[in-house]
């Protein structure tokens, strides 16, 4: 806790400060008693003095013979002057002077003595006249019906009570000024031996410390909570030390990872290159001849169709034109399959460009399910195209949305069959439409929903991994390695696109992709940078 009022002053100022605040406040409060006494004696003294010279009047007065016809005349007697007055005539002085006021009120009051008789009353009033004390006494006295019959006052200046309540205070003044400075004398001689020694010494150390000089111990023999204080400081940066070491050796630890870790890195980077380069090597020398196997197959087939139309009865070549069914269907999965890897290698190694161009997304749709229809019409899949009104032009790589599309529909083909899990006939819907996208910025969905046998929950997210395969012998019965999604989801990706799927157990499947109107520059800008880091990378000598 900070105390605004005392700013930023040093330790040794604060306490200072605050105790001569405190021992002030208990030396003043102390002082009042012995001060109030001191006044109350010098007050009770002149109060003897003026009964003394009260009694001395009286009696002179019995003696002096003729007794003086003016009893309202001022009389003397040593210092004092003293008045003897009637009811009236000090009714009369009350007006002028607040003192004979006090003393009217006080001759007009009735008081009885504790035994009943009715006697004289008292008045003793004091205050001050320039530097004099001036001490006022009146003897009321009174009838025998308690009501007062005469007023006899005293008055008198009295130099000595003055001084004596000079030296009074003088004396309580001096007395407390020299208990304050002992007092804070001593405090700052305590305060600076078991305090701001101590303090100061931790204070010094702590600034080696700071500058680097952890080796440092601080060293105080005080006996007190500040030993245990800087003991605990010293365990602490022993720990600290400890600590340090411990740090030290997991760096090193963790030095010698890194290097083992970065040959690692290098090993794989050196196996990623040599699988793409493989794939693509590999993928580019098996289409050569396969695209060959395919072109004479299919031309073998067609003879060998030709020949069962004229010759229906020969069973060799209904034979033949069954395996070369078989073999064209073959070199077709295969082909297919070895355009999956090489898209795939291209995709890895960064070497995937896009080209922009104005596509009609419902066009694009149609002549895609064109190119499936054999498929479909093979397995006995209903294949239908759903094109809402105002689908906009889209702006896009044209090759690479077929393909995303053709995949979608092909996989949909093959896991749905003939007869769909609701028991009616295979069919597999795309639907094309406009929809409003993130921020209102509008985008067009294609969707392609079959009513197959669904995906479980489980098995959503891992169907778009590379080289997955579903529980119950789906992908193991049609074919396939577990590419054509994934494909999917990277080239979506590249597109800026979104893919999404939904679907349940015996309810089919409807997977959609969310294409924007525009591509974003800056995205495909650091795409493409992006690309050829990666085929700098790819490119470096092992």
């Known amino acids: 806790m900070r105390l605004p009022v005392l700013g930023e ?76 007055l009637s009811t009236d005539a000090l009714r009369d002085r009350s007006r002028e002077d607040w003192r004979f006021a006090e003393i009217l009120r006080e001759a007009e009051s009735q008081h009885e003595l504790d035994d009943g008789e009715i006697g004289p009353r008292e008045v003793f009033l004091n205050d001050w006249e320039d530097w004099e004390k001036r001490y006022t006494y009146a003897r009321i006295n009174r009838g025998a019906d308690g009501n007062a019959t005469g007023v006899v006052v005293l008055e008198r200046t009295s130099e000595q009570a003055a001084a004596e309540a000079a030296i009074n205070s003088l004396f309580l003044l001096s007395a407390g000024v020299l208990v304050l400075a002992v007092a804070l004398t001593t405090f700052m001689v305590i305060i600076r031996w078991l305090v701001l020694k101590p303090v100061k010494t931790l204070r010094l150390w702590a600034e080696s410390v700071g500058d680097g000089n952890t080796d440092e111990r601080c060293e105080l023999t005080t006996g007190d909570e500040f030993q245990q204080l800087a003991a605990t400081f010293n365990q602490t940066l022993d720990q600290l030390e400890e600590r340090e070491k411990t740090l030290q050796s997991i760096n090193i630890a963790m030095d010698v990872r890194l290097n083992e870790l970065s040959e690692v890195n290098e090993a794989l980077d050196k196996a990623a290159r040599l699988k793409s380069e493989f794939l693509a090597g590999v993928s580019h020398e098996l289409r050569t001849p396969l695209n060959s196997i395919i072109g004479f ?211 089919g499947a409807m997977f959609s992709v969310l294409f924007p109107l525009r591509l974003d520059l800056a995205l495909i800008e650091e795409a493409r940078l992006e690309a050829r880091f990666r085929g700098s990378l790819n490119r470096q000598p092992a």
């Not at 100022?13 to 012995?34: D, E, M, Y």
């Not at 393909?403 to 769909?420: C, D, P, R, W, Y």
């Not at 929809?435 to 995906?455: A, F, K, L, Y």
């Open 9 to 84: 002053l040093s330790l040794a100022t604060k306490l200072v400060g605050l105790f001569g605040l405190a021992v002030t406040a208990v030396a003043s409060l102390a002082l009042i008693l012995p001060f109030a006494r001191m006044q109350t004696l010098v007050d009770t003294g002149q109060l003897e003095t003026a009964r003394a010279l009260h009694d001395a009047w009286t009696a002179q007065r019995e003696r002096e013979t003729p007794i003086p016809t003016d009893p309202a005349a001022v009389q003397r007697l040593g210092d004092a002057v003293i008045l003897d």
């Open 297 to 507: 197959a299919e031309l073998l087939l067609d003879i060998a169709t030709q020949e069962a139309k004229t010759d229906e009865t020969n069973n060799a070549v209904v034979r033949r034109k069954r395996y070369l069914e078989n073999i064209v269907e073959g070199s077709r999965g295969l082909l297919e399959l070895i355009e999956g890897l090489l898209e795939m290698a291209r995709i890895e190694a960064g070497k995937t460009e896009i080209n922009r161009e104005l596509l009609n997304p419902v066009d694009a749709c149609r002549g895609m399910l064109g190119l499936a229809e054999p498929l479909a019409n093979r397995n006995g899949v209903a294949l239908e195209l759903e094109a809402r009104p105002e689908v906009p032009l889209l702006e896009t790589d044209p090759r690479k949305f077929q393909q995303i599309v053709f995949n979608l529909v092909t996989n949909a083909i093959k896991f749905t069959g003939s007869e769909g899990s609701d028991g009616k006939p295979g069919r597999v819907l795309v639907r094309v439409e406009r929809v409003p996208g993130e921020g209102g910025t509008p985008s067009v969905r294609v969707c392609v929903i079959d009513n197959g046998p669904g995906i479980d929950a489980a098995d959503q997210q891992a169907i778009f991994d590379r080289f997955s395969q579903l529980e119950g012998g789906h992908e193991r019965r049609h074919g396939g390695v577990g590419l054509g999604l994934a494909i999917c989801r990277d080239l979506s990706n590249l597109l800026q696109a979104e893919l999404r799927l939904v679907s349940e157990p015996g309810q």
